[in-house]
Nanobody
């Protein structure tokens, strides 16, 4: 099984920046897509940004131009640089790994991190 460990959340004022990191560990051969989701209180979990192993990216409209996702394939790590943060960005942010090839020709569809709180004060 793959484990994901996130770091970098916290409290920041509106207009500020935070950088989230997520490291995947386990018997990993490759991870096709890595991404970040978020869930605010009483709301459904939503995709924030995703990046493929080839570097193609996909962003939620609400974060385009403010957030940047990147990854280090050699270290199975994904980052989310969040700039110009707004109070509506407040949520628990979850790291996701999708379409995971494991050693020994095994496969895992998805893995999730435990979540990290991001709070943006006005």
């Amino acid at each position: 099984q793959v484990q994901l460990v996130e770091s970098g959340g916290g409290l920041v004022q509106a207009g500020g920046s935070l950088r989230l990191s997520c490291a995947a560990s386990g018997s990993i051969f490759s991870i096709n897509a890595m991404g970040w989701y978020r869930q605010a209180p009483k709301k459904q979990r939503e995709l924030v940004a995703q990046i493929s192993i080839g570097g193609s990216t996909n962003y939620a409209d609400s974060v385009k131009g403010r957030f940047t996702i990147s990854r280090d394939n050699a270290k199975n790590t994904v980052f989310l640089q969040m700039n110009s943060l707004k109070p509506e960005d407040t949520a628990v942010y979850y790291c996701n790994a999708h379409d995971i090839r494991l050693t020994g020709y095994r496969y895992q569809s998805d893995a999730w991190g435990q979540g990290t709180q991001v709070t943006v004060s006005s």
